[in-house]
């Protein structure tokens, strides 16, 4: 089966660090763009990371720029979101996401809740 | 940043209803636009990419419409199944996602 596994979630206080995890299965990870992307309890979504195909380029927004870092390791078919100076309000679900090329997102994983708690 | 602003919030309908759904975009972003369904405690659904390009195994009642700044999202003949919160999302310049229209019943 083609899927997405997250794990690595749970609960920080504030001002700690998390490492989330995404396990490809079915497909070669490196052969797509990968991002991360979350979902507050009851809210919408918020772009987190990219990376490109051939990792050399990564993407963050503002609002994650410099305390979280995405990266990818080819043999475990995984890509990593690695999560500092977390926030109360990084408290979210979690996603792995594969993109279509030059398009939306087709394939998520199940989601790892992160809670930060001060 | 691209603001996405998606209307209505809140959408009451009923089976075999048309249902229309708007997404405005702050600035242009060409047909760099996805759906997206989503239900309670599961991960999103892309249903459309590229502002009406229909995805593999999404039922032809869903279409999508639009390019620069103002889209659509219809379903023609609303099904049981349907009843769900649907998402716009811009790729045009990083990514942002619209807040979401609950369509309930």
């Known amino acids: 089966d083609v899927q997405l596994v997250e794990s690595g979630g749970g609960l920080v206080q504030s001002g700690g660090s998390l490492r989330l995890s995404c396990v490809a299965s079915?497909?070669?990870?490196?052969?797509?763009?990968m991002i991360w992307v979350r979902q507050a309890p009851g809210k919408g979504f918020e772009y987190l990371s990219y990376i490109s195909i051939s990792g050399s380029h990564t993407e963050y927004p503002d609002s994650v720029k410099g305390r979280f870092t995405i990266s990818r390791d080819s043999a475990k078919n995984s890509v990593y979101l690695q999560m500092n100076s977390l926030r109360d309000e990084d408290t979210a679900i979690y996603y792995c996401?594969?993109?279509?090329?030059?398009?939306?997102?087709?394939?998520w994983g199940q989601g790892t809740l992160v809670t930060v708690s001060s | 940043d691209i603001q996405m602003t998606q209307s209505p919030s809140t959408l009451s309908a009923s089976v075999g209803d048309r249902v229309t759904i708007t997404c405005r975009a702050s600035q242009s972003i060409s047909r760099w636009l996805a759906w997206y369904q989503q239900k309670p405690g599961k991960a999103p659904k892309l249903l459309i990419d590229?502002?009406?390009s229909l995805q593999n195994g999404v039922p032809s009642r869903f279409s999508g419409s639009g390019s620069g700044t103002e889209f659509t999202l219809t379903i023609s003949s609303l099904q049981p199944d349907d009843f769900a919160t649907y998402y716009c999302?811009?790729?045009?310049?990083?990514?942002?996602f619209g807040q979401g229209t609950k369509v309930e019943t």
């Open positions: 079915g497909f070669t990870l490196t052969n797509y763009e």
């Open positions: 996401t594969r993109r279509l090329p030059y398009g939306g997102y087709e394939l």
């Open positions: 999302q811009q790729y045009n310049s990083y990514s942002t």
């Open positions: 590229k502002a009406s």
